[in-house]
């Protein structure tokens, strides 16, 4: 079993910052990856950002939020955090933190998601 417990969102003005965290526990051999999707009100959930865990650390970013998010990791607590700077109203959306991990070296790897945290960029 795996949990991710996810935090950090609200309401914020324009231009301003948040920063969520997820942090991953439970039966858990290995994470491949770490990563946060959004989904506003009659979109499709999509990518903001997402990170490798093993070796050097690449993350990768939404071409909607580059230069204003940055994705890190806590190898040793298994936590993701996206900073997110410079909102916009239309970076509100419920914000979704997904790992792709394995519980035992010969397991398939899958994808897990969090309930998701709402975010929204209002005045």
């Known amino acids: 079993q795996v949990q991710l417990v996810e935090s950090g969102g609200g309401l914020v003005q324009p231009g301003g910052s948040l920063t969520l965290s997820c942090a991953a526990s439970?039966?858990?051999?290995?994470?491949?990856?770490m990563g946060w999707y959004r989904q506003a009100p009659g979109k499709q959930r999509e990518l903001v950002a997402v990170?490798?865990?093993?070796?050097?650390?690449?993350?990768t970013y939404a071409d909607s939020v580059k230069g204003r998010v940055t994705i890190s990791k806590d190898n040793a607590r298994n936590t993701v955090y996206l900073q997110m700077n410079s909102l916009k109203p239309e970076d509100t959306a419920v914000y979704y933190c997904?790992?792709?991990?394995?519980?035992?070296?010969?397991?398939?790897?899958?994808?897990?998601w969090g309930q998701g945290t709402q975010v929204t960029v209002s005045s």
């Open positions: 997904k790992i792709k991990w394995r519980a035992r070296i010969t397991s398939r790897w899958e994808d897990y």
């Open positions: 439970g039966s858990i051999f290995s994470i491949y990856t």
């Open positions: 990170i490798t865990s093993g070796g050097t650390p690449t993350p």
